[in-house]
C-alpha cells in the first residue's frame, strides 16, 4: 500500500521560511516523478515545483527563486524549502509521486499559512 506523508506546515510572518517534508513508503521512489503542489481556498490546485527521477528541477513561475525542491530516493524523501513566504503562499501543500500521465500518489496534505 502506497502512503505519502506530508510534515513542515505551519503559521509563519510573511518574510519567513517553512520546511516541508514529503515521506513516501510502499513504491520505489526513485522512478517516479516527484511534484509540489498546492491549492489555496477557492482556487484550483498548481503546481509548484516537480523533480524527475534522475534530479531534474523545474519551478513555477511564481517561485522566483525562493523555494529549493529536493529528493533523496534512497530514503523516498522529498523536501521543499520555502523562504521569503509571501501571504499568497497560504494553502495546502500536497506531494505527489507520478509516473507518466497517470495521476500517482498523493499525500493528504500540509496546511501552510502566511499571516503577521
Request: proline letters at 3%.
Amino acid at each position: 500500500q502506497v502512503q505519502l506523508v506530508e510534515s513542515g506546515g505551519g503559521l509563519v510572518q510573511p518574510g519567513g521560511s517553512l520546511r516541508l517534508s514529503c515521506q513516501a513508503s510502499g513504491l520505489i521512489s526513485g522512478i517516479y516523478n516527484m511534484e509540489w503542489h498546492r491549492q489555496a481556498p477557492g482556487k484550483r490546485r498548481e503546481l509548484v515545483a516537480s523533480i524527475t527521477p534522475t534530479g531534474r528541477i523545474n519551478y513555477a513561475n511564481f517561485v522566483e527563486g525562493r523555494f529549493t525542491a529536493s529528493r533523496d530516493n534512497a530514503k523516498n524523501t522529498a523536501a521543499l524549502q520555502m523562504n521569503s513566504l509571501k501571504s499568497e503562499d497560504t494553502a495546502l501543500y500536497y506531494c505527489n509521486y507520478r509516473r507518466g500521465a497517470a495521476p500517482g500518489y498523493w499525500g493528504q496534505g500540509t496546511q501552510v499559512t502566511v499571516s503577521s
